[in-house]
């Protein structure tokens, strides 16, 4: 699926509910209910785990000399990592695949796989320079390759309280807000969605 879209389909959640798959009353606050948990899920891990259909290129900052954490990508199709020592924007060098080594090693995360990069460490005489501009340009495919089991779990839970909520504010402002006040409160969700939680990335 798309950046953005939920993680769990109407019908998954349907099945969830125990819903007829023929059953169309409640299509609209069914729809509510899986894209509010999504996004407040996307809130609470500070990251998107579907996956863009391009690559794109995005800016950073460096963390240090030797290394700069960036938005989560899957696959090195399209990969292109440059920088600009100048500050300026107009001096960009292209780094080569000797030159830099993605992070977390082998897609593993305490023991399990399946995670994406999401940190660049500069290697043999390469390194990351400060400037008041971000300086650090990466061009990717951004997202997870599949979305992990118990964050689709985390989805259906929290979904399924969402939409039993008949009071809920539908169609106001700020509804991915209000969903992730809905994850934080959900004991069995967040500890589902807990090992995939991240700190936030020093973007420009």
């Keep these: 699926m798309a950046l953005g ?23 609209a606050r069914l729809d509510f209910a899986r894209t509010t948990a999504s996004l407040g899920i996307n809130s609470v891990c500070r990251r998107d785990f579907n996956t863009a259909s391009s690559a794109s290129a995005r800016l950073f900052y460096p963390d240090a000399c030797e290394l700069t954490e960036v938005h989560d990508f899957s696959t090195v199709t399209g990969l292109v990592i440059e920088t600009d020592a100048s500050g300026l924007g107009t001096a960009w060098t292209t780094w080569t ?57 985390a989805a259906l839970t929290v979904a399924e309280e969402i939409y039993k909520i008949r009071e809920a504010p539908f169609g106001v402002a700020g509804f991915g807000q209000w969903g992730s006040i809905r994850v934080r409160e959900n004991p069995l969700a967040m500890g589902w969605i807990a090992p995939y939680r991240r700190k936030v990335v020093l973007v420009a």
């Design 97 to 153: 695949a000797a030159d830099y080594q993605l992070e977390p090693l082998n897609g593993t995360v305490d023991g399990v796989p399946g995670y994406p990069w999401w940190r660049i460490r500069a290697v043999a005489t390469k390194g990351f320079s400060f400037t008041r501009a971000a300086n650090v340009r990466v061009t990717a495919k951004w997202g997870w390759a599949a979305v992990p089991g118990p964050v689709k779990s």
């Design 5 to 27: 879209d939920p993680y769990i389909t109407k019908d998954e959640l349907k099945v969830f509910l125990g819903i007829e798959l023929t059953d169309t009353q409640d299509d």
